[in-house]
C-alpha cells in the first residue's frame, strides 16, 4: 500500500537532537537543506506531512511553513494519541503511514507505522525495533534518505525528479 502521510519527530530527526540557546535565551536549531528539499517535494507530489514533537519552538513553527506542513503538533506528551486523532480526522489507515523517530516518546507511533524509521545515531533500543534502521543522522540527511525510500518503494522517484526537469 502506497505512503500517504509521512511523521516527522524534530530533535534528532529534523535537528541533529542539540539545542542551543542564544545569549538572550533564544532557541537556535540547524535543519538540513536536503531534508528539506525532499518534504516539500513530497507535499507537491500530493502527500501528506506533519510534525509532531514534545517540545515547543517557534523555529518548528517557522521550518514547517517554509516547507508546507500544515499539520504541526507541539508540546505533546502522547504522541501516539495524538497521530492517532491525525489519523482519524485525515481518513488515513496507520498501514499508510511512514513515522521517523529517534527516541523512547517516539515508540508509539513507530509502532503503529506502516512503515518506522530511525536515524543512524537514534537510541539503540528504537534502532532495534524499526522496520527500517537509516544510514544517516537526525539533521544530516536522515528524513531525506526516507522519503526517498518512501518514493522509491511506491514508484515515484522518476515523478519525484520531474518536479526538478530531471528525468
Known amino acids: 500500500m502506497a505512503t500517504r502521510l509521512i511523521v516527522l519527530d524534530v530533535d534528532g530527526c529534523l535537528t541533529d537532537g542539540r539545542i542551543v540557546y542564544g545569549n ?29 514533537t514534545g517540545r ?13 506542513i500544515v499539520h504541526l503538533y507541539q ?29 523512547l516518546n517516539d515508540y508509539g507511533m513507530l509502532a503503529m507505522a506502516g512503515r518506522s524509521y530511525a536515524p543512524a545515531d537514534a537510541v539503540a533500543w528504537i534502532r532495534q525495533r524499526v522496520d527500517h534502521p537509516l544510514r544517516h543522522s537526525g539533521g544530516r540527511g536522515a528524513v531525506r534518505e526516507m522519503i526517498e525510500d518512501l518514493l522509491d518503494r511506491d514508484g515515484l522517484y522518476e515523478t519525484f525528479l520531474s518536479l526538478w526537469s530531471i528525468g
Do not use: M, Q
Open 24 to 52: 538572550a535565551g533564544e532557541e537556535l536549531k540547524a535543519f538540513d537543506v536536503k531534508d528539506g528539499l525532499a518534504i516539500a517535494s513530497w507535499i507537491r507530489l500530493g502527500r501528506e506531512a506533519t510534525i509532531i
Open 56 to 68: 515547543r519552538s517557534e523555529i518548528v513553527t517557522r521550518r514547517a511553513e517554509e516547507l508546507g
Open 75 to 103: 508540546g505533546v506528551r502522547n504522541k501516539r494519541e495524538r497521530l492517532e486523532n491525525l489519523l482519524e480526522e485525515l481518513k488515513i489507515d496507520a498501514s499508510e503511514i511512514a513515522v521517523i523517530g529517534d527516541d
